[in-house]
């Protein structure tokens, strides 16, 4: 079973940065899709950033520029870098890792982890 645990989320002044972290029980597959999505009171989850196994990543318009996604397969961790945070980044955040075995893939996701930007 894959647990994914993130940490890192926090209160921070506009302008500001936070890292978040997500550790991964067991391993990463060198294979997995990794990401981070989030979610505001009153909206639907969206995807903010995901990196693949190639290492090539995607990101929200909302977050180009200020987002950096990153992952590290030894350390089966995946990062998120906020940097210069608006208030409208404000929401939980959850790490995401897609598995795919056989053809089949499967979405594991972590607990999430608030993240308030005052203004």
């Known amino acids: 079973q894959v647990q994914l645990v993130e940490s890192g989320g926090g209160l921070v002044q506009a302008g500001g940065s936070l890292r978040l972290s997500c550790a991964v029980s067991?391993?990463?597959?060198?294979?997995?899709?990794m990401g981070w999505y989030r979610q505001s009171p009153g909206k639907q989850r969206e995807v903010v950033a995901r990196?693949?196994?190639?290492?090539?990543?995607n990101y929200a318009d909302s977050v180009k520029g200020r987002f950096t996604i990153s992952r590290d397969n030894a350390k089966n961790t995946v990062y998120l870098q906020m940097n210069s945070l608006k208030p409208e980044d404000t929401a939980v955040y959850y790490c995401?890792?897609?598995?795919?075995?056989?053809?089949?893939?499967?979405?594991?996701w972590g607990q999430g982890t608030q993240v308030t930007v005052s203004s």
């Open positions: 067991g391993r990463i597959f060198s294979t997995d899709t």
């Open positions: 990196i693949t196994s190639g290492g090539s990543t």
């Open positions: 995401n890792v897609i598995r795919v075995v056989l053809s089949t893939a499967t979405n594991y």
